[in-house]
């Protein structure tokens, strides 16, 4: 997470279990949409307004975190479009309505096969994936330990096929 490390964000008490392979976010335009406005360079040459808005969970509308070597920026997406479930914003990207923000293995096939423009690849470098968090007590349940010796040996076989 830009501007965050994520040891800022979890209770010191808690114990990470990774979860998956590193992932990175992916821009993406139609190529309709870069034929009319270009592939910008950097953050700073994205059209604001053409880029879809993502609201979280939480209510607040996601920026979007840039790095490229020593360079950190975040940028607030000010589209007329604002959306809260990655398949619609796919689905609205793919049409044509502006540029989206998403996690590149949901947008790999479409890259892939010329449905949508990876634009700023150089500033979405990879990022840890996803992890399991959970308070290291001393005597966790006999449920609970199974239940961790399962997910490690899933993460495990999923790193070997990775």
């Known amino acids: 997470m830009v501007g965050h490390d994520i040891d800022d964000l ?3 008490d ?3 279990l990774p979860l998956g392979q ?3 976010h992916a821009v993406v335009a139609s190529p309709a949409w870069v034929a009319v406005h270009g592939m910008p360079r950097t953050p700073s040459d994205l059209p604001l307004n053409e ?5 979280l969970p939480d209510g607040a509308l ?3 975190p840039f790095q490229r070597d020593d360079a950190v920026t975040q940028v607030e997406a000010q589209g007329r479009l604002t959306l809260d479930e990655a398949a619609i914003a796919r689905a609205a990207v793919l049409d044509g309505a502006g ?4 996690i590149e293995q949901d947008v790999a096939a479409d890259i892939a096969d010329g449905r ?3 634009l700023l690849r150089d500033w979405t470098p990879a990022r840890p994936g996803f992890s399991l968090y959970y308070l290291g007590r001393r ?10 010796g399962m997910v490690r040996k899933a993460a495990a076989r999923d790193a070997d096929i990775g």
């Open 10 to 12: 979890v209770p010191h």
């Open 116 to 118: 949508l423009v990876h």
């Open 62 to 64: 996601l920026r979007w």
């Open 14 to 16: 808690m114990i990470a």
């Open 139 to 148: 005597n966790p349940s006999t449920g609970f330990t199974a239940f961790l």
């Open 22 to 24: 590193m992932q990175r």
């Open 99 to 102: 540029v989206g923000f998403f």
């Open 51 to 55: 880029c879809i808005r993502v609201r």
